[in-house]
C-alpha cells in the first residue's frame, strides 16, 4: 500500500465529505430539526440503506476482490468482459428492485414509523408527514440504480489502480443533489416550506446520475468499453455471486440495525432523526478521509496477496493499514468529543438551526465519537475477510451485532427512558464489539497481526492524545467558551487556531515518541509544501 495513494484517496475523499457537510450546512439553516427533516431524512434511509447493501457494500467489495484477482490470472481481455456481464446484470436487477421500491414505499414507511404509533412514543404521530415521507421515497428510488452502477464503476477503476476520479464522484453526488434539489426545491416552494424537500428528493437522483457519469471519462482511458452481455452463467460471475451472499446477509443486518436505530429515533421526539444525521455526518468526515480512503488502497493489495493463499505480504499490508487508520483517526475521534459543541455551532447554528439543535446535536456527536475508531478500522478489516475467502464470519459476527443492538436500544430507550444520544452510544459499542471479534479471528487466520506492536503504539498515540486533549479543553474554557454567542468569524477563527494547535501537538508529540506513521506523514506533508 502506498502512502502517496492514500493521501491521494484522502484529498479526493476529505473533498467529497466537506460537500457532504455542506449540503447537510444547507439542510440545517433551511429546515433545522423540524419534523420534516426528520421526514426527509427517514425517506433517504430507504434507498441509502440499499446502497450500502448492493452498491459500497457486497457488491462492491466482491467484484474488486474478483476483479483483481481475474486481471492478474487471465488479463485485460477476460476482466473487461466480466466487467460488461456485472453491469448488464447489475442494472437488470437493480431496476427490477427501483420498480419494486416505488410500488411498496406505503408499507415501507409503515414499517419505519411503526413504533411512533406504539403508546411508549414520546411524540406525536401526524398523517401529513407520513404522505410526504412515501412521496420522498418513492422519488428518490432510482437512485440505488445509478449507485449501484457507479460502485462497479469505481471497483474497476479502483482495480487498474486509479483511485483519483472515483474517491471524487461522492464531490459530484453533492453537488448535484446540493444545486438540483435547491433549484427544484424553491421552484415548488419558494417558502422553503415542506414541499420543498421533494426538490431534494430529486436532487438526490441527479446527484447519484453526476456520481456515475463524471467516472466515465476516466474508464474509457483506462480501457473499458460497455456492451451489453447478458451471458450471466460465467465462473467470474458466480464467483462475485458466491461472495456477495454472506457480504448481502451481514450488510442486511447492519442495516436492519440502521432500520431499527431510526425507528427508535422517530419514536423519541421531533428532532431526533436529524440530530443524529447531523452529527453522523460529522463523524463520517475522518472515516472518509481516513478510514474509507486506508481501505480503498489497501483492498486491492490484499486481494492480490490472496491468491492461492494467503501470503507473506498480506499480514504486513493489513497490520499497515490499521496502524496508519489509528494514527489518523484517534485524534480526530479526541477533537470531535472535546469541541463537539463549537463544531456543531460554527456548521450548524443558524436560521431554523437554533441553540437547542446545538445541544442535542453535539450529544449525539459525542456519543458516536466513542467508537469512531472502531468504525473506521472495520473499514479496513472487513473487506480482509472477503480477500482471503472467508467471507462467512463478518456475516455471523454481523448478527450478534444485531443482538446488541437491539437489546441496547430497547433498555436504553423503552426501559431507561434514554434521549436520542443513546441511540449513537448504541452503534459506538456494537461497532467495537464487532471489531474485536473480527480482529481475534483475522489473527488466528493469519498467524497473528503484530497485535503487541499496535498495542505499543496505540499506547504512545493516548499519550499524544493527552497532549491534544490537553489543548481543546484549554480552548474551551477560553477561545471557545460561548458557542453561538460571538460572531461566525470569530468563531471560526478561535476553531481554526484551537485545531491546528492541537493537530501540531498530537503529531509532535507522536514524532518525539517515535511513532513511524508520523514520519511518513510529516515527510509527505513537507514534499506537498515544496511543490
Same mark, same amino acid.
Given at each position: 500500500?502506498?502512502?502517496?495513494?492514500?493521501?491521494?484517496?484522502?484529498?479526493?475523499?476529505?473533498?467529497?465529505?466537506?460537500?457532504?457537510?455542506?449540503?447537510?450546512?444547507?439542510?440545517?439553516?433551511?429546515?433545522?430539526?423540524?419534523?420534516?427533516?426528520?421526514?426527509?431524512?427517514?425517506?433517504?434511509?430507504?434507498?441509502?440503506?440499499?446502497r450500502d447493501l448492493f452498491a459500497e457494500g457486497a457488491l462492491s467489495q466482491a467484484f474488486v476482490t474478483t476483479f483483481s484477482k481475474k486481471l492478474k490470472a487471465e488479463g485485460e481481455a477476460s476482466a473487461w468482459l466480466l466487467a460488461n456481464k456485472m453491469m448488464t446484470l447489475a442494472a437488470v436487477?437493480?431496476?427490477?428492485?427501483?420498480?419494486?421500491?416505488?410500488?411498496?414505499?406505503?408499507?415501507?414507511?409503515?414499517?419505519?414509523?411503526?413504533?411512533?404509533?406504539?403508546?411508549?412514543?414520546?411524540?406525536?404521530?401526524n398523517l401529513d408527514e407520513v404522505a410526504l415521507t412515501v412521496t420522498m421515497v418513492r422519488v428518490m428510488y432510482p437512485f440505488i440504480l445509478l449507485v449501484s452502477l457507479a460502485a462497479l464503476v469505481m471497483g474497476m477503476l479502483n482495480a487498474r489502480n486509479v483511485f483519483g476520479m472515483p474517491a471524487?464522484?461522492?464531490?459530484?453526488?453533492?453537488?448535484?443533489?446540493?444545486?438540483?434539489?435547491?433549484?427544484?426545491?424553491?421552484?415548488?416552494?419558494?417558502?422553503?416550506?415542506?414541499?420543498?424537500?421533494?426538490?431534494?428528493?430529486?436532487?438526490?437522483?441527479?446527484?447519484?446520475?453526476?456520481?456515475?457519469?463524471?467516472?466515465?471519462?476516466?474508464?474509457?482511458?483506462?480501457?473499458?468499453?460497455?456492451?451489453?452481455?447478458?451471458?450471466?452463467?460465467?465462473?467470474?460471475?458466480?464467483?462475485?455471486?458466491?461472495?456477495?451472499?454472506?457480504?448481502?446477509?451481514?450488510?442486511?443486518?447492519?442495516?436492519?440495525?440502521?432500520?431499527?436505530?431510526?425507528?427508535?429515533?422517530?419514536?423519541?421526539?421531533?428532532?431526533?432523526?436529524?440530530?443524529?444525521?447531523?452529527?453522523?455526518?460529522?463523524?463520517?468526515?475522518?472515516?472518509?478521509?481516513?478510514?474509507?480512503?486506508?481501505?480503498?488502497?489497501?483492498?486491492?493489495?490484499?486481494?492480490?496477496?490472496?491468491?492461492?493463499g494467503i501470503a507473506p505480504e498480506f499480514k504486513p499490508t493489513l497490520t499497515k493499514g490499521l496502524r496508519l487508520v489509528a494514527f489518523l483517526v484517534l485524534p480526530s475521534t479526541l477533537g470531535l468529543i472535546l469541541l463537539a459543541e463549537p463544531l456543531v455551532s460554527l456548521l450548524y447554528e443558524r436560521?431554523?438551526?437554533?441553540?437547542?439543535?446545538? $445541544?442535542? +446535536? =453535539?450529544?449525539? @456527536?459525542?456519543?458516536?465519537?466513542?467508537? !469512531? #475508531?472502531?468504525? &473506521?478500522? %472495520?473499514?479496513?478489516?472487513?473487506?480482509?475477510?472477503?480477500?482471503?475467502?472467508?467471507?462467512?464470519?463478518?456475516?455471523?459476527?454481523?448478527?450478534?451485532?444485531?443482538?446488541?443492538?437491539?437489546?441496547?436500544?430497547?433498555?436504553?430507550?423503552?426501559?431507561?427512558?434514554?434521549?436520542?444520544?443513546?441511540?449513537?452510544?448504541?452503534?459506538?459499542?456494537?461497532?467495537?464489539?464487532?471489531?474485536?471479534?473480527?480482529?481475534?479471528?483475522?489473527?488466528?487466520?493469519?498467524?497473528? $497481526?503484530? +497485535? =503487541?506492536?499496535? @498495542?505499543?503504539?496505540?499506547?504512545?498515540? !493516548? #499519550?499524544?492524545? &493527552?497532549? %491534544?486533549?490537553?489543548?481543546?479543553?484549554?480552548?474551551?474554557?477560553?477561545?471557545?467558551?460561548?458557542?453561538?454567542?460571538?460572531?461566525?468569524?470569530?468563531?471560526?477563527?478561535?476553531?481554526?487556531?484551537?485545531?491546528?494547535?492541537?493537530?501540531?501537538?498530537?503529531?509532535?508529540?507522536?514524532?518525539?515518541?517515535?511513532?513511524?506513521?508520523?514520519?511518513?506523514?510529516?515527510?509527505?506533508?513537507?514534499?506537498?509544501?515544496?511543490?
Amino acid at each position: 500500500m502506498s502512502a502517496k495513494a492514500t493521501w491521494k484517496v484522502s484529498a479526493a475523499v476529505m473533498a467529497s465529505r466537506v460537500l457532504g457537510l455542506a449540503r447537510e450546512m444547507l439542510f440545517a439553516s433551511l429546515f433545522g430539526g423540524s419534523r420534516w427533516m426528520d421526514c426527509f431524512n427517514l425517506a433517504f434511509r430507504v434507498p441509502n440503506l440499499l446502497r450500502d447493501l448492493f452498491a459500497e457494500g457486497a457488491l462492491s467489495q466482491a467484484f474488486v476482490t474478483t476483479f483483481s484477482k481475474k486481471l492478474k490470472a487471465e488479463g485485460e481481455a477476460s476482466a473487461w468482459l466480466l466487467a460488461n456481464k456485472m453491469m448488464t446484470l447489475a442494472a437488470v436487477f437493480m431496476s427490477g428492485v427501483t420498480l419494486l421500491g416505488i410500488l411498496t414505499a406505503p408499507w415501507m414507511v409503515d414499517i419505519l414509523t411503526a413504533l411512533a404509533r406504539t403508546g411508549a412514543a414520546r411524540r406525536d404521530f401526524n398523517l401529513d408527514e407520513v404522505a410526504l415521507t412515501v412521496t420522498m421515497v418513492r422519488v428518490m428510488y432510482p437512485f440505488i440504480l445509478l449507485v449501484s452502477l457507479a460502485a462497479l464503476v469505481m471497483g474497476m477503476l479502483n482495480a487498474r489502480n486509479v483511485f483519483g476520479m472515483p474517491a471524487l464522484a461522492s464531490c459530484f453526488f453533492n453537488l448535484g443533489s446540493m444545486l438540483g434539489g435547491a433549484a427544484f426545491g424553491y421552484w415548488l416552494d419558494p417558502a422553503w416550506g415542506p414541499r420543498s424537500l421533494i426538490g431534494f428528493a430529486i436532487g438526490v437522483v441527479i446527484g447519484g446520475l453526476a456520481q456515475l457519469t463524471c467516472q466515465f471519462p476516466a474508464l474509457r482511458r483506462a480501457g473499458y468499453h460497455f456492451s451489453s452481455n447478458f451471458r450471466w452463467r460465467d465462473p467470474g460471475v458466480r464467483q462475485i455471486l458466491h461472495l456477495m451472499a454472506p457480504a448481502v446477509i451481514a450488510a442486511s443486518v447492519v442495516q436492519i440495525n440502521v432500520v431499527v436505530n431510526s425507528m427508535f429515533a422517530y419514536s423519541v421526539c421531533q428532532g431526533a432523526v436529524s440530530w443524529l444525521n447531523y452529527a453522523f455526518r460529522l463523524m463520517q468526515l475522518p472515516i472518509g478521509v481516513f478510514g474509507v480512503a486506508v481501505a480503498t488502497v489497501t483492498l486491492p493489495a490484499l486481494s492480490r496477496a490472496a491468491i492461492g493463499g494467503i501470503a507473506p505480504e498480506f499480514k504486513p499490508t493489513l497490520t499497515k493499514g490499521l496502524r496508519l487508520v489509528a494514527f489518523l483517526v484517534l485524534p480526530s475521534t479526541l477533537g470531535l468529543i472535546l469541541l463537539a459543541e463549537p463544531l456543531v455551532s460554527l456548521l450548524y447554528e443558524r436560521r431554523a438551526f437554533d441553540a437547542h439543535d446545538r $445541544l442535542q +446535536t =453535539a450529544i449525539a @456527536l459525542r456519543a458516536y465519537g466513542y467508537g !469512531l #475508531l472502531f468504525y &473506521a478500522w %472495520l473499514k479496513v478489516l472487513q473487506p480482509a475477510f472477503y480477500a482471503i475467502d472467508q467471507r462467512w464470519f463478518p456475516m455471523l459476527v454481523s448478527f450478534l451485532a444485531l443482538g446488541v443492538n437491539l437489546a441496547c436500544n430497547y433498555l436504553f430507550v423503552m426501559k431507561l427512558h434514554w434521549g436520542h444520544q443513546s441511540l449513537a452510544l448504541t452503534t459506538s459499542i456494537t461497532a467495537c464489539l464487532n471489531f474485536l471479534i473480527l480482529f481475534a479471528m483475522m489473527r488466528r487466520f493469519t498467524g497473528g $497481526l503484530d +497485535t =503487541a506492536s499496535l @498495542l505499543g503504539m496505540l499506547a504512545k498515540l !493516548l #499519550l499524544a492524545g &493527552a497532549v %491534544l486533549a490537553g489543548v481543546c479543553l484549554t480552548a474551551s474554557h477560553s477561545l471557545l467558551r460561548d458557542p453561538g454567542q460571538a460572531p461566525w468569524l470569530l468563531r471560526c477563527g478561535a476553531l481554526a487556531i484551537t485545531i491546528t494547535s492541537a493537530a501540531a501537538a498530537y503529531f509532535l508529540t507522536t514524532k518525539l515518541l517515535r511513532v513511524p506513521e508520523a514520519d511518513e506523514a510529516l515527510t509527505m506533508l513537507l514534499r506537498k509544501l515544496r511543490r
